[in-house]
């Protein structure tokens, strides 16, 4: 165990650190999942801004890479551009 308060200080904040960024990453990972299987285009063009900020968020505090978050994007506006 860490003898300096600077340490221990350190640990709380990286624990509640991660705690909180694996809730926002998971809850996009199922905003996501829930988006494509939708099969009305009119609810997913609806539910696409705010998984698209959610995604944004993430690569702004480097959870996820920039690229990767573009990635996911585009082929969520593909799926929802493929419906019917």
């Not at 650190?17 to 829930?34: D, G, S």
């Given at each position: 165990m860490a003898n300096h308060q600077s340490s221990i200080k350190r640990?709380?904040?990286?624990?509640?650190?991660?705690?909180?960024?694996?809730?926002?990453?998971?809850?996009?990972?199922?905003?996501?999942?829930?988006?494509?299987?939708?099969?009305?285009?009119?609810?997913?063009t609806e539910q696409y801004p705010q998984v698209a900020s959610m995604l944004d968020k993430l690569a702004k505090k480097n959870l996820i890479h920039k690229n990767k978050a573009s990635n996911l994007k585009s082929k969520l506006s593909h799926y929802i551009n493929t419906l019917a």
């Open positions: 640990i709380r904040q990286t624990e509640s650190r991660r705690l909180e960024n694996k809730y926002y990453a998971k809850t996009t990972r199922n905003a996501i999942k829930k988006l494509r299987t939708i099969t009305q285009k009119d609810a997913a």
